[in-house]
Each structure stands twice: as C-alpha cells, then as structure tokens.
C-alpha cells in the first residue's frame, strides 16, 4: 500500500493559501521560542510535545489580540445593532489549525515549525476538543460564529463554560463506557477570564408586591464569571467573542453556618453553587427535566441580559458608566436568537429586567421583548420538547413564574377574542399545560415572546407551520420562516480537506472560500477527464491516510479501495442505525452464502460475453462500513444499538470467508477531530433518518462537499440537496413524509414485512437467535422486540427500498469514472450550504442587519 502523503506534506504543494513569506516564518520562530522559553518551560531543561503545542498556540494567538482588540474599539465607534446568539451549547472542536487557516498564518507557522524540527501536525493532535455540545444544534452553533465574523457582523456567542464537556467515549467487550471529558485539565490557551465583568445571578427566594413595585427577595447568589474566546473571520481581520460564563461561590456563600461552628461545611457547600457550570447535559433530541439543568438555563439568560443592556447603556470602548438609559431604541440595537428553546427564559427574564428594574410600563415592556427576541426550532420530536413543572419553577424562579403566567393570560384572552368559545384551541395553545403536573411548555413562550420562528430546512419548516405550531401559524403566520442550515466551508473543506480545496482553486480560484456558491464553476468540468482524475486521486489519497489511522487505532487491516460507507452523527432510534445494521448483516450472508454455496445467490453472479463467470465473490463490490456516535449515558436502547454494531463486526471482521471485502468498524468517541478525518475519506454518506423526524442535518452537508455520495431519505436537508445536485446524482429511497402519515393512520405492522421478506427474516433472527452474540444469546432481545411490535421509526417498512438502492450503489461504484462525475456534481451545487448563506439570510430576515465585506485595518497599519 502506498505510504499516503501527511497534510504538512500536501500543504507544502498547495497554493491556496499563499507562499509563507520569509519575514513572517522568522517572526513566528522569534515568537515561538520566546513563548517556550520564558512561558512554558521555565524550571525544567526539557519540553515536552505539550509544551511545543502551547508555545505554538500562544504564538498564534499574538496574532489574534490585536485584531480583537481592534474590533470590539470598530464596534463601539459605529455603534451596529448587535447580535447575540444565546445557546447551551457551543462544540467548537480544535480551535489552533482553524485559526491558523482564518488569519492566513498555516503556511508560516508550517513552514516554522518544520525549521524547529518538529511536525505541525503533532503538534495539532495534542489539543484537546472544546466538546460542549452534543451534536448538530452545538456544532451549528460553531460554525455560525466562524460566518458572523466573516461577513462581519457585531456578532457575540453566549453559553456555558462547562468544566466537562461531553464524555468520553470507550468500547469495552463492545458497550459503550462514558468517561469525564476533563478538557480543561492542562488549560485552555484560547480563553480570557474576565473577572471585571462578573456578575450576580439570584436563585429562590420569594416575590413581594410592594408600592414601589415587585421585589425579588431572600435568593441566593451564584456569581457568573466570564472568559472569553476569540472568533476570527477569515482573512477580513474580524475577530468577535463568544463569551462563557463559570458558576463561582460568593465569598459569604452560607457562610452564616460559620456561627454554629460549620465552618468547613459551609465552604465545601461553595461546590453547590459551582456545580452548575460543572458538566454538559449528554442528551441530544431528548429533555430531561432536572432542576440543574433549569438552573444552566437560566444561569446563562440571566448573566447574558446583564451583559447586553450593560453594553446597550454604555457607548465607549471600555467604559462602563451609562449613557442610553430609554429603552424605546433597544430592539434597534439588540437582536437575540434563541438557539433552541434552552434560552427561553430569555423572554420573561428580560420582561423582569424592564417591568421590575427599569420600570418600563408592561406593554411597552412586551413590544420591546418581542420585537428583540427570534427562536430557531431544531427538533419535532416530542420526547426532545421541554416541560418544566410549574412546582421546580416555583421553588427556583418564583418571579419569572408569576411573569410567565401574566404572559400567558394576556396570550390567551387574545386567542379567545379572536375564536370565541373555542375551549380546545384554547387548550393547545396555552404555555402552561394542565395535568398530574403542571408544566411550561418552553416551545409555546418561545413562539408568543419572538417576533419570528425558523425551523432549520425547508421540509421542516413546513411540518413546523402544518403541525407542530398549527394553531400559533394560523393567528400569526408571517412570524414564521425557514432557514436552511449551512457548514462553514473554512473548517469543513479547506481545513479538513486540503487536497480537495487546492484542486478546486486550481481551477475556479479562491472565491468561492467566502462565496460557495462560485463551485457552481465547476459544473462545466463534470466531463473532464484531467479534473475527474484529480478529485478521484484525492479521495483515494484521503481514504489511504485514513485507512492508516484505522489500522493503528482499531488493528484491522483495511482494503483502501473497498468503498469506504460511513454513517456518523449521535446514536438515536429516530437516526435509524439499524436499518444499517440490517443492510450489513443482510451483505454478509449473501456474500457468505455465493462464496459458500454459489447456486444460493444467482444474483451476485456476474454476465460477460462468454456466459456466465461463476466467481460471484467477485461480483461483489467490497465495503468498509464505519458507524460512530455516541449514546447519551440513559439511553437503553441507544447503547444496545452500539453493541450490536460492535458485535455484527466482530463476526463480520474475523470470518475468513469474507476476508477483506467486508469490514464493519464502530468509530469509537466521535466527535468534531476524528469528524475532520473521516468525512473527507467518505465514498457514501449514510443520511437515513425516518422521513420528517430529522430537522435538518448538517453531517450531510460536509459529507457532500468532500465528495461523499449520499444515500437518504427525503428529510430534512437531504431534500434540498437533491433539488440542489438533481435527485438522480443522490441515492435516494423509502417512505415520504406524506407516505409516514399514511402508514400510522392505516397502522403500522412490522409483522407484514418480516413475514414477506426473506432476506429480512434471516437477518433479524440471527440477531434475534444470538448468532452475533453466543455468549449471550438473548443479547438483542430488546432491540427485535422494539422492531417487531413498537418501533416508531418504522425500520421494516423502507428496508426493501433500502437494500436496492444500495445495489443502485454497488452498480455505480463498479464504474469509478461515472461515480466521480456524480461526486463533483454534488461538490458543484453544495454552495447553497454555507453557513455564509444562513447567516446572511438571519441577518437580513430576522435581525435586520446587513453582512459587510469591510476590511477592519490589522494591528500594524495605524488606525484613520
């Protein structure tokens, strides 16, 4: 197997990112030792890889203080409106090489790097992620910030500094085992405490209504301290923040226990109130209703809101004494999008802060709040919907309770005038839900309190409008939008995949970095015979480097040229990596069965001139399978869809029948590093959700523009994609959205399909037998019972149209010149999923700014 190049090797061939010139490696070098020397290695003769890594990092980020100081002076001389994108989580993945490649410095820290003797991507393997988030919504979160400084907007991130991120993931005899993500452990070279900024956040307590107004009295204090990361756009010498606040202890904390002689006791106690920055919730698309998560909630909202109107008042760089102190022009300046319903206690928290602390009268309070506030919808999944009980918000937050309620009230008078004696309509659209227990449904306050609702791909935003928030669209349908997701093409094409960005700029130019929409350009080259080598020698380039890592990190020897088929994003019911798993234990039998007993499988053989050619194991077209994903820690079946991965390929890999023309790999810890390696060796991206229960999906973004093909359902983005490339050029299969609704009315029987598919039956009764789990029979019990008798995502039903796809894809990968055609075609019409694109469109539709392309001066070019 030829020795794949290494991205220090491929860099030194590519052009996109400018010849390294001499003065900047030097400089680097100069900065670089200087950070070792008097930094780092202080009382020790010998640095470690570690100590390389931060003396590199803090070089780099020389080269960001500047710019970020420069920019926050920019913003407070023009005064822009202002954005602030509130979420709980931010999965920002390695911050050194995506700021490398967003201020142009790859080449000369490389290049630098390599005249110190040390590699580059070393180096950029020893920083940790910064995983605070659980997948699509975290990662959207990310790649938005990297947008809104490139098109230079006064944009701001605010979440939570979680001392754990999301765990760990091990494989142990094939179970998933979670373990602490103690990412700060070494420190984080990226992040500024701003301890200036600190602020008070109050919890319990009880509500006087007094003359003077409402008072929020006897809570505790939680401090909010800040630490702020920059945000570089590319090349426009834009850096904004994303700010993250830590839970602190006041220093009185309980200490009046020190009276009664606990004194010990009173400062261990200090932990109860920093346990609320302590660890990332691990559950994506599914609520947990535990009342420290409601506490991360409105810890966020409440130290967030302080911080916005502190900078509304102020006007100065650096000052902080009032000067706006009318909030009539606050919507003017102020836009907040709510990153799902998690923030939503934005909405009466800022209704508090005007009603109860500035005293602005209640309806222009309301305008205010309304017209300042946007919530993006990311899941209709109804088990992901928050409820909170109205008993935990009356304990924690008894104000914003009351609030909640008056809110509420005038809602449903509204409601009544307009559909008098509608009692049901009444009840569906209330924000409090009557019951056993009463909840807040969060969904409902965050459509009332915004002036526009998105949903995140067109196909959702429909079922968003049609289903989930009918009744909310009838009373108010031009509050409703869609905004389709995007990725940033910064990190997820010219940082991941340098060999692919370089072969386009060789033919279009470099535009298209900041302008996707330029690979259109490359439609015209679908024929090209140079250009289909070139991007064919790429992937398989890419896929030997990865196949490298593989070996070293699994200890199984891969075929680099079997079709490398991936499916990677969290593991979920709804994701449907059973379907897959069915597909591959289907595979296996028929290969095992033409290898074995070739009359049994007359349809692997292959037809030439001369007959019939009876060596059908040739027929059959080789697969490495990858499927990776974590399973939040309480989900039963989740962890057992894991091992059942993990035990399929423990048959599968050490069958000497099969050999090396059937891999199955579960892809252990996934998370946005091992993402960036695995995405752009893709030949087939698995995007095979129940039609209308994936919002968008972004994974099927990056995946089409490194040149995987998609296999998928019409869901979500997948819908846009085939519009965008033509259906023909994807791979897509099963049930429509319109096809599901028909299937639950009429019901839903597994049974049917079991009975009259062959090829299912067998698969699912190894499974079901302990065929792949003899040491345990009964392994799967659960997973073949939820399949056959309550499986909401109705597997069965599209595994018929799934297998033939798939040998749609078999027959298309037998022609690698017609497969490639197909993969630059897709590559050409991704444009349209640019996080560039989305974010454009918020600005312009929601907040009611304009992108600009203006070049802030770089710290060493004196200022106007």
């Known amino acids: 197997m030829a020795k794949p190049l290494t991205d220090s090797e491929k860099r030194k061939q590519i052009s996109v990112r400018g010849l390294a010139g001499l003065g900047d490696v030097a400089e680097v070098r100069k900065s670089f030792n200087r950070h070792l020397h008097f930094t780092l290695v202080k009382d020790r003769n010998v640095a470690t890889p570690r100590d390389y890594f931060f003396a590199l990092a803090h070089t780099v980020r020389d080269h960001l203080v500047g710019r970020w100081i420069r920019t926050q002076q920019h913003y407070y001389e023009r005064d822009p409106k202002r954005i602030y994108y509130l979420s709980l989580e931010f999965y920002m993945g390695r911050t050194l090489q995506n700021t490398m490649v967003n201020l142009g410095l790859q080449n000369a820290c490389d290049e630098a790097i390599y005249q110190l003797g040390l590699d580059l991507e070393e180096l950029e393997e020893i920083e940790e992620d910064a995983g605070l988030g659980n997948g699509g919504l975290g990662r959207l979160a990310a790649c938005f910030l990297d947008s809104m400084a490139t098109l230079g907007l006064a944009a701001y991130g605010y979440g939570i500094r979680y001392e754990f991120g999301i765990f760990n993931q091990k494989i142990v005899n094939g179970w998933q085992v979670e373990e602490a ?62 700010r993250l606040w830590s839970a602190k202890a006041p220093n009185d904390f309980k200490l009046q226990d020190f009276n009664v002689g606990d004194y010990i006791e009173a400062v261990l106690d200090r ?23 409601l506490k991360q909630e409105y810890f966020v909202v409440a130290a967030t809101l302080q911080d916005i109107i502190r900078r509304f008042k102020s006007s ?136 526009a609702v998105n949903g995140v791909a067109r196909i959702h935003s429909e079922i968003v409008k049609q289903s989930v928030f009918k009744d909310f669209y009838e009373l108010e349908p031009e509050k409703f939008q869609n905004k389709t997701n995007g990725i940033t093409p910064r990190r997820w094409l010219l940082l ?110 292959q037809f030439e001139s001369g007959g019939i050619k009876r060596d059908p194991a040739k027929a059959f077209v080789p697969r490495t399978v990858m499927i990776g994903g974590k399973a939040a820690p309480g989900y039963h079946m989740a962890k057992l869809i894991i091992k059942l991965v993990t035990s399929i390929g423990d048959v599968v890999n050490h069958d000497p029948v099969v050999g090396d023309r059937l891999k199955v ?91 009259h598919l062959p090829e299912l039956k067998q698969a699912v009764d190894q499974i079901s037998s302990g065929f792949f789990s003899p040491k345990e029979p009964d392994c799967f019990k659960d997973i073949v019972n939820m399949l056959m008798h309550h499986d909401r995502f109705k597997v069965f039903a599209d595994y018929e149209a799934y297998m033939q796809c798939q040998a749609q894809v078999d027959q298309l ?23 560039d694109r989305t974010i454009t469109e918020y600005a312009r539709e929601i907040w009611g700014v304009e992108p600009s392309d203006l070049q802030i001066p770089p710290p060493n070019i004196p200022r106007d």
């Open 665 to 755: 790999i579960f892809l252990e810890n996934y998370r946005v590093s091992l993402a960036e390696k695995v995405i752009p060796a893709a030949d087939l991206s698995q995007q095979i959700s129940t039609a209308g229960t994936e919002a968008s999906g972004t994974g099927n973004m990056k995946f089409m523009l490194n040149g995987a093909l998609t296999i998928g359902t019409m869901d979500g983005a997948n819908v846009e994609m085939a519009e965008e490339a033509g259906a023909e050029n994807l791979f897509i299969f099963g049930l429509r959205v319109e096809d599901v609704e028909a299937l639950d009315r009429k019901g839903y029987n597994a049974r049917e399909y079991y009975d």
């Open 181 to 242: 993500d103690d990412w700060l452990r070494y420190g984080n070279p990226w992040e500024k405490a701003r301890p200036e900024y600190m602020l008070p956040v109050h919890f319990y307590g009880r509500v006087e209504h007094t003359p003077d107004g409402v008072k929020w009295l006897d809570t505790q204090v939680v401090l909010a301290m800040p630490y702020d990361t920059p945000v570089p756009g590319y090349k426009n010498n834009t850096v904004n923040t994303m």
């Open 496 to 605: 991941c995949n340098p060999g692919l960005a370089d072969t386009i700029v060789e033919k279009i130019g470099e535009e298209f970095l900041t302008d996707l929409s330029q690979l259109k350009k490359l439609l015209p080259l679908v024929s090209d015979e140079v250009f289909i080598r070139d991007v064919a020698k790429v992937k398989q380039e890419n896929k030997l480097k990865f196949s490298a890592f593989l070996e070293k990190e699994y200890k199984v020897k891969i075929n680099p040229s079997s079709m490398f088929d991936v499916h990677v994003k969290r593991i979920h019911e709804y994701k449907r990596q059973l379907l897959n798993c069915l597909h591959v234990v289907t595979l296996y039998n028929q290969l095992t069965a033409s290898i074995l007993c070739p009359s049994s499988c007359p349809q692997l053989y």
């Open 271 to 293: 932990n109860l109130a920093e346990n609320i920055s302590r660890v990332l919730y691990p559950n994506d698309n599914f609520f947990e209703g535990k009342e420290l998560r």
């Open 316 to 451: 100065k760089f650096g000052c902080r004494d009032p000067v706006r102190t009318c909030f009539e022009t606050f919507p003017d300046k102020v836009a907040i999008q709510l990153n799902d319903t998690h923030p939503a206690l934005s909405i009466p928290e800022l209704m508090r802060i005007l009603v109860d602390v500035e005293k602005v009268d209640w309806d222009k309070a309301w305008e205010i709040t309304k017209k300042t506030c946007a919530y993006t919808n990311h899941t209709v999944l109804p088990e992901a919907l928050e409820r909170w009980p109205v008993s935990m918000f009356e304990k924690l937050l008894p104000r914003h309770l009351e609030i909640i309620y008056a809110i509420n009230q005038r809602h449903l008078d509204h409601v009544a005038a307009l559909f008098p004696g509608d009692v049901d309509r009444l009840r569906r659209m209330s924000v409090i839900e009557e019951g056993d227990c009463k909840r807040i449904n969060m969904a409902h306050l965050c459509v009332i309190g915004s002036h």
């Open 813 to 835: 990968y037998r022609n690698p010149k017609e497969w490639t055609k197909k993969v630059i075609r897709n590559i050409a019409c991704s444009g349209k999923f640019s996080s």
